[in-house]
């Protein structure tokens, strides 16, 4: 089984930055593909970014790209959300997904095998 713990959320002014870990445990992720979803209330579990096992190939929502960035560091069984620029309907639980995916990089939520419990991110105006 693989763990995942996410961090690094809190609460942020519109326009700043905020950087998200997922730190892994248990069966090695270092060749899965990994993901980051978010969900505010009564909405659901929306796409964010994922990346590949190797790190080579990264995606993004339209909504994210330009100011979102995903990378991992393999040695350290860590995933990271860079997040820049950031807004109000940014504001969500982020989380992080992890998928033995060797060959493509699962951009939807039910694709994913393990999660992690989430943390808050708040944007305010």
């Known amino acids: 089984q693989v763990q995942l713990v996410e961090s690094g959320g809190g609460l942020v002014q519109a326009g700043g930055s905020l950087r998200l870990s997922c730190a892994a445990s248990g069966r090695t992720v270092s060749r899965y593909s990994m993901g980051w979803f978010r969900q505010a209330p009564g909405k659901e579990r929306d796409f964010v970014a994922a990346?590949?096992?190797?790190?080579?190939?990264?995606y993004y929502a339209h909504s994210v790209k330009g100011r979102f960035t995903i990378s991992r560091d393999n040695a350290k069984s860590t995933v990271y959300l860079q997040m820049n620029s950031l807004q109000p309907e940014d504001t969500a639980v982020y989380y992080c997904a992890a998928d033995p995916s060797y060959y493509t990089v699962p951009l939807n939520s039910g694709s994913y095998r393990h999660w992690g419990q989430g943390t808050q991110v708040t944007v305010s105006s």
């Open positions: 990346i590949s096992w190797s790190g080579g190939n990264t």
